[in-house]
């Protein structure tokens, strides 16, 4: 082994770690340097936990073959039931776990065995030599799931390593854990803000936006949509079916506003209260009645899906207005909200409301209307004037012609 190669990789995964390079760039970087003084890698692997509403972890999969490199991430979700879970049971990091053990190789070109499957698959790939390690986080430095860094090398190497080989390996893995740790802690505190705040919302937090009373004046399109007769649904409905109900068909409501441009702002209750800031207004107003259109696609198949199991369904009331609202921190010093807030928020809640009435699934304020492009006015129909409760003056509300929507 090169002396002079160690430290140079030592003095790179302090500075990768410190520029809050991806695990990726990380394992990837440490295994070419780690080939350049002397260690014989032929497949590593780096597995980390995460706090995540989906995933479980990911692990980052690093292979050599035929003088070529690659790398490959692999995302992972729960791994306490099913087929997940015996995989999980018949790993090798489970029997470091169960039995306190920080580090477990096996020598195939000796003849040692294992009866861990991640092992058998390494040796009928050809590796002479394999060794796991576990680099486990201090209690106070565990987020969710996230308490140890586990890892496997192995060689093809007839002769296997020598032992000053896998002392090196051992060295430079706490340094190694410690950079991909601050990455992966980086995408949590990502993952959490834009899952609890909204994409936008959680971009400006990240970007040092959280201090209280900042907010900046802007004109957007809001929606605010809820489930039609949730009340009746969940009073009728056995409890441990509500959850699953209001998650169907807030994944469609969700789904449908973001990938039509919009951002999800509030979930409250069955509501949802989300904006539309494209400029000019008028391509956020087609952005909004695209994403109404997807929404009841989507809400179409859910009942399909949702009825033959049995299951309750329901439609998604929608109220579109266009308006100016201040969107940022608002609340006190120990907790903020990043929202809207403004008359235009009360309103398009009270236009929401007012589908029950009128018996539309969507409505769309004067405002809206008149920022709609000329010509995608087509669909829309007047419905008439009402009062709104908490606003003013009466205004003409609107609703979306199915047989004239493109």
């Given at each position: 082994?090169?002396?002079?190669?160690?430290?140079?990789?030592?003095?790179?995964?302090?500075?990768?770690?410190?520029?809050?390079?991806?695990?990726?760039?990380?394992?990837?970087?440490?295994?070419?340097?780690?080939?350049?003084?002397?260690?014989?890698?032929?497949?590593?692997?780096?597995?980390?936990?995460?706090?995540?509403?989906?995933?479980e972890g990911r692990a980052f999969l690093w292979r050599r073959e035929a003088g070529q490199t690659q790398i490959e991430l692999v995302e992972y979700g729960p791994t306490s039931e099913g087929e997940a879970a015996e995989n999980w049971r018949r790993s090798v990091f489970f029997h470091l776990l169960q039995t306190g053990g920080s580090l477990f190789r096996v020598r195939f070109h000796t003849g040692e065995t294992a009866d861990f499957s991640n092992f058998a698959r390494m040796r009928d790939e050809g590796m002479t030599d394999v060794t796991a390690v576990i680099t486990r986080f201090p209690r106070s430095g565990t987020i969710?799931?996230?308490?140890?860094?586990?890892?496997?090398?192995?060689?093809?190497?007839?002769?296997?390593?020598?032992?000053?080989?896998?002392?090196?390996i051992a060295g430079l893995i706490a340094m190694l854990a410690l950079a991909v740790k601050c990455a992966s802690l980086a995408r949590i505190a990502g993952t959490l803000v834009e899952t609890y705040l909204g994409r936008d919302a959680g971009r400006r937090v990240l970007n040092g936006l959280i201090r209280r009373g900042v907010a900046e004046r802007i004109s957007a399109v809001l929606w605010y949509s809820d489930l039609r007769e949730f009340t009746r649904?969940?009073?009728?409905?056995?409890?441990?079916?509500?959850?699953?109900?209001?998650?169907?068909?807030?994944?469609?409501?969700?789904?449908?506003?973001?990938?039509?441009?919009?951002?999800?702002?509030?979930?409250?209750?069955?509501?949802?209260?989300?904006i539309f800031a494209a400029a000019p207004a008028e391509v956020a107003c087609r952005s909004a009645i695209a994403a109404h259109g997807a929404l009841q696609e989507q809400?179409?198949?859910?009942?399909?899906?949702?009825?033959?199991?049995?299951?309750?369904?329901?439609?998604?009331?929608?109220?579109?207005?266009?308006?100016?609202?201040?969107?940022?921190?608002?609340?006190?010093?120990?907790?903020?909200?990043?929202?809207?807030?403004?008359?235009?928020?009360?309103?398009?809640?009270?236009?929401?409301?007012?589908?029950?009435s009128v018996e539309r699934n969507v409505l769309l304020s004067q405002a809206f209307a008149d920022a709609t492009a000329d010509a995608e006015r087509g669909p829309l129909v007047s419905v008439g004037r009402y009062a709104l409760r908490g606003v003013e003056r009466p205004q003409e509300l609107f609703t979306l012609d199915p047989f004239r929507t493109e």
């Open positions: 082994m090169d002396a002079a190669s160690l430290s140079e990789l030592r003095t790179w995964l302090t500075e990768a770690g410190l520029a809050g390079e991806s695990e990726i760039a990380l394992l990837d970087g440490f295994c070419r340097r780690a080939l350049k003084a002397g260690l014989p890698l032929a497949r590593a692997a780096v597995i980390i936990d995460t706090l995540h509403p989906v995933l969710g799931e996230m308490d140890a860094l586990y890892s496997y090398w192995a060689t093809d190497c007839p002769h296997g390593f020598d032992d000053a080989q896998v002392e090196a649904i969940s009073d009728q409905s056995p409890p441990e079916q509500i959850i699953p109900l209001l998650d169907d068909y807030a994944e469609a409501v969700i789904s449908a506003i973001y990938d039509n441009g919009g951002d999800v702002l509030k979930l409250i209750g069955d509501g949802t209260l989300a809400v179409a198949q859910l009942n399909q899906h949702r009825a033959r199991d049995g299951l309750p369904t329901t439609d998604v009331y929608v109220g579109l207005h266009i308006g100016e609202v201040f969107y940022g921190n608002i609340g006190s010093d120990q907790r903020l909200d990043f929202t809207v807030v403004g008359p235009a928020v009360n309103e398009v809640a009270r236009i929401a409301a007012m589908c029950r």
